[in-house]
């Protein structure tokens, strides 16, 4: 909350619009009430409340803390803004009062934001993601620390050690996952951050990670142990595994669209 607040205050002291990512809203209330000292003895709501009294408006993908398939939303607390914006609403996604949704996809959204901040709820899925991280902590995968909310990222580079950054190893391990037991995870480091415009090389990143993001309401304990089991097979090999190169590297969004090869 103070983050929020001083961000806040910042954009303010500049006259910049402050709009916040929703994506994982409800997370992270759920983290400010358990790590936040004054905040224990809130209700997620009244958190919730507060975080998005700060900012001008969100962007948010309902497809994370409103638990729902498909559908996201943009709100604003100037009545000014949230009128020029409207057009652009109607040219690119749909009229303002469903925004290219659905009508059961808006009452999937409806319910899901009331039962995506129950406080049951988050302290099972949070509960899920802590899990997966202690148990990949206890058989010494490196990950990172404290655990989050939706994903726990194994730090790649470390893991893999021997392969280095140019060769993607947090990507290398996400393939690996793959080929090991049909588990698809994303890189979050060097793939992702891109080249540099002006030097066309690629960007370093300090943190080059493996994000396995734990869809909510969908896996079982076991599934989890599932991933603990896999992880701990490519341990037993690691050594041996190879990095990779681009067989195309696409020119926009690489991370998404390009293939690779091992070097
Ligand atoms: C914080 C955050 N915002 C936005 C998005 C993008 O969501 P969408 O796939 O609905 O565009 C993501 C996706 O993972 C995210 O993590």
Same mark, same amino acid.
């Given at each position: ?8 205050? *910042? ?45 001008? @408006? ?32 109607? *040219? ?22 009331k039962e995506g901040i129950q406080e049951d ?20 995968? &490196?990950?990172?620390?404290?655990? @989050? ?14 392969? &280095? ?39 370093? &990143? ?13 896996? *079982? ?21 190879? @990095? ?20």
């Amino acid at each position: 909350m103070e983050n929020i607040k001083k961000t806040s205050e *910042l954009c303010k002291k500049f006259e910049v619009y402050f709009f916040i990512d929703a994506a994982r809203f409800a997370e992270n209330a759920f983290f400010i009430k358990q790590r936040e000292k004054g905040f224990e003895n809130k209700s997620i709501s009244e958190i919730v409340l507060e975080m998005f009294s700060y900012a001008d @408006g969100c962007t948010m993908s309902a497809k994370k803390d409103a638990i729902v398939n498909i559908g996201g939303l943009i709100a604003f607390k100037e009545k000014e803004l949230y009128e020029k914006s409207i057009p652009f609403g109607i *040219l690119f996604e749909g009229f303002p009062t469903y925004g290219g949704l659905a009508g059961r996809d808006l009452e999937a959204i409806a319910v899901g934001l009331k039962e995506g901040i129950q406080e049951d709820y988050l302290k099972y899925r949070i509960g899920q993601v802590k899990y997966l991280g202690e148990e990949l902590n206890k058989i010494g995968i &490196p990950i990172m620390k404290p655990i @989050g909310g939706h994903a726990v990222f194994v730090d790649g580079k470390k893991f893999l050690a021997h392969i &280095p950054q140019e060769q993607f190893p947090s990507h290398t391990l996400c393939t690996e996952l793959y080929i090991e037991a049909g588990i698809r995870a994303v890189e979050i480091g060097t793939l992702l951050a891109g080249r540099d415009p002006k030097t066309g090389k690629d960007k370093m &990143p300090e943190m080059d990670l493996m994000r396995l993001t734990i869809p909510r309401r969908v896996y *079982l304990k076991e599934h989890m142990d599932y991933i603990i089991e896999a992880m701990k097979n490519i341990k037993e090999r690691k050594d041996k595994i190879k @990095g990779l190169k681009f067989e195309f590297e696409s020119p926009i969004l690489r991370h998404f669209q390009s293939k690779f090869k091992r070097v």
